[in-house]
């Protein structure tokens, strides 16, 4: 029977570990604090980085949001370079995609190792990819949390991860090599990617295309990995078909997988560039 990788449950559980260290922390005289920057004006960004804060303060995390609907490269990079030197801020999160026109690359190469809590800079992806230390992407953290709390071991594995964005899949190729794994990488556009996939131990997906996956694209007993989300109205479907799960021995649903866990794994790594 296959094994639900149930990330909202482990969200909770994750987030009552992060309260206590939280606690923890104060009662040393340390309070984390975690400065969330957005641009333009997207609804649903808004909506989302509200939620990290309201998270971040239900657990006791300081936390700033800086909504700038209107700025420039030059007043965006000023501002994270003040946050850099605020003390009481121990993780900058920028959420992207950023406003039209401004320079993804600028903002995030601006972000401070030591705070780059989302793991997006490129100093942070080198150390991904060279195997140091160093606050991973958060949709990194959430896929080695959820296979850690249900003691999946990822190392020595053949892992095929189909999706190419710079926030996941190809830092989780390099992650993942590190765990003398086994990696391949492909697109949807890949002309064989069907045989590629048949190969995996472990898939990862991240391309936006409800149920591009089928059963008959996998083996028995793989580990699927799904990052996908494609709305249909208030409805939200996975990369892969429902129908993988019974040759699966583990699967992240859609929802309710990887996606709960983002903003714990966010909230979990301030926590630790705070106690540093």
């Known amino acids: ?84 030197d605020d003390p009481k801020i121990h993780g900058i999160m920028v959420q992207l995609p950023l406003a039209e ?39 990194i953290e959430a896929i080695m949390e959820l296979l850690r709390r249900y003691g999946i071991n990822p190392n020595r594995k053949h892992w095929v991860i189909v ?31 069907a045989k590629r996939i048949k190969d995996a131990d472990v898939i990862s997906t991240e391309i936006q295309k409800k149920h591009f996956v089928k059963a008959d694209m996998v083996k028995e007993g793989v580990i699927i990995i799904d990052n996908g989300n494609t709305y249909e109205g208030k409805k939200v479907y996975g990369d892969v078909d429902p129908e993988v799960y019974e040759k699966a021995s583990a699967y992240t649903p859609v929802p309710g997988g990887t996606g709960p866990m983002l903003i714990a794994m966010l909230l979990k790594a301030t926590v630790k560039a705070a106690s540093l």
């Open 1 to 84: 029977m296959s094994v639900v990788l149930d990330g909202r449950e482990t969200t909770d559980k994750v987030m009552g570990e992060v309260a206590a260290e939280v606690e923890a922390l104060k009662a040393r005289g340390v309070t984390p604090g975690l400065a969330i920057v957005l641009t333009g004006d997207d609804k649903n960004s808004a909506r989302y980085v509200g939620l990290k804060k309201k998270r971040a303060e239900e657990v006791g995390i300081y936390a700033e949001l800086y909504h700038l609907e209107q700025t420039t490269d030059k007043e965006l990079v000023a501002l994270i370079h003040r946050l850099n």
């Open 163 to 193: 999706g190419s964005s710079n926030f996941l899949s190809k830092p989780l190729a390099a992650y993942v090599m590190n765990l003398s794994s086994n990696v391949t990488q492909v697109d949807e556009g890949c002309p064989h990617i």
């Open 101 to 139: 026109g401004l320079s993804e690359l600028k903002a995030v190469d601006a972000i401070a190792p030591e705070k780059d809590v989302d793991g997006l800079s490129p100093n942070t992806l080198g150390r991904v990819l060279m195997g140091e230390d160093c606050f991973p992407p958060a949709g």
